[in-house]
Every structure is written in C-alpha cells, then in structure tokens.
C-alpha cells in the first residue's frame, strides 16, 4: 500500500493509454496483487448468485425480457468452490499512473478479496475490446478469464446489465 504522492499522469487519456508495454506492466502489478494470498471458498458462488438475483428483484430500469434472461443465467451457474486473492476491484487505465515509463496502481477503495477474473471485466470492456492488442498483451503471462466459470460470466453480466439500464 502507498500512501504518499505517486508522481506521474493518469493513462486514462494519455498517450500511453495505447502502448502495449503499459499493459504488460499493469498485468505484472496486478499478477503480484494477485499473488499475495490464496483462499478457497466454497460458498463464494451461492452468496454471489443471491446477491445478483437479489439485485435484480430490486427497482431498476432494465426490461423484463433482459432481466428474465440474467435471471436464467445465473440460476443455472454451478455452485463450486471459489479461489479468491486479493483484487482492486477497479483496474482499468483510470487508476494507472505513469511516470518515466513505469507504471503504479492508485485507488484501493474497492479492494477485496475475490476471483481474479473480476479485475478484468472493465479491461475487457472498455480497453480491449477496442483494441484487441492491448489485451494480447495484458494477457501474455495469464488468460484470467480462463476456465470460463461464473466469476467470468457473472463480470461480463454485470456490465452488460448497467449498460442496459441498472
């Protein structure tokens, strides 16, 4: 954890934000966050299915026939133990610094120990899917998002369901 001023730019709307070394270098900081511990849940998936069915029974924007669709997704996720580690829970250019070349990670705020496949759906999202480059290089050491199992699928969910009006 830093906490003192980190010099450099945001790469959100810098240059950089197109160079594929500064991918590389937030997939190494995020491969060591990732690192730091391991932990095997087993209700992880059943509490994160009751929280997105829950979600979803609550007041929202999004048409019925998407809701119905999310709904069946989620029910027919498999219930299997989780490897959680820590994740930022934010990690996208937006929380990237860059100084000299070299790369830091601010903003902890949503930091919390989860599959690390979470940490990627901004990414995937956003900076990949525009440029698909940049996510071969992100992805050159791990592919996060491999075996698809929920944790994946229920990130990718999450953001198509905000787009849709959540």
Known sequence: MVTKYLPGELVLGHPSAEESDVF??????????HA?????????????????????????????????EARARIEAWPQVASVLVPTHGDWQPRNWLVH?????????GRA????????????A???????????????E????????KPPWRRATLQLTLDKAGG
Do not use: C, K, Y
Request: glycine share 2%; net charge neutral.
């Open 24 to 33: 590389r270098q937030a997939e190494a900081l995020l491969a060591a966050l």
């Open 36 to 68: 730091q511990e391991r932990v095997v849940d087993d209700d992880h998936e059943r509490r994160e299915n009751a929280r997105a069915l829950a979600w979803l029974a609550s007041p929202h924007r999004i048409a019925p026939a998407v809701v119905a």
């Open 100 to 108: 000299g070349g070299v790369v830091s990670v601010i903003d902890f």
């Open 125 to 139: 999202a956003r900076d990949f899917a525009r440029a698909p480059a940049l996510e071969r290089a992100f992805l």
């Open 112 to 123: 919390a120990m989860r599959p690390a496949a979470t940490d990627l759906a901004r990414l």
């Open 141 to 148: 050491v791990a592919d996060l998002r491999s075996p698809p």
